[in-house]
């Protein structure tokens, strides 16, 4: 099996900063690519912000400049380091990993999800 735990989610005020970070442990043969991604109430989830194994970084486009994402290849590990917090970056916050993993003693290219963390901007 897989598992992602997040943490580093909290209560900040407009204008602050979090750290996320993620650590995927147990049946993984390759990560292709780790990210995060945001659920708001009462909207899709959405992609913050990618970064593949070897580097290349995607962001969404209203987090550009504010949060940065990377990632330990040793410690299976990715963080997001947001700064200059708004109250609309409110959301639950979710770590993805897609690469090839076993399951059931099966080796196959999935997509695994963190249970969440909340991150809540507010004066």
């Known amino acids: 099996q897989v598992q992602l735990v997040e943490s580093g989610g909290g209560l900040v005020q407009p204008g602050g900063s979090l750290r996320l970070s993620c650590a995927a442990s147990g049946s993984i043969f390759t990560i292709y690519t780790m990210g995060w991604y945001r659920q708001a109430p009462g909207k899709q989830r959405e992609l913050v912000a990618t970064?593949?194994?070897?580097?290349?970084?995607d962001y969404a486009d209203s987090v550009k400049g504010r949060f940065t994402i990377s990632r330990d290849n040793a410690k299976n590990t990715v963080y997001l380091q947001m700064n200059s917090l708004k109250p609309e970056d409110t959301a639950v916050y979710y770590c993805n990993l897609e690469g090839r993993t076993v399951v059931a003693g099966l080796l196959n290219r999935r997509s695994h999800w963190g249970q969440g963390t909340q991150v809540t901007v507010s004066s």
């Open positions: 970064i593949t194994n070897g580097g290349s970084t």
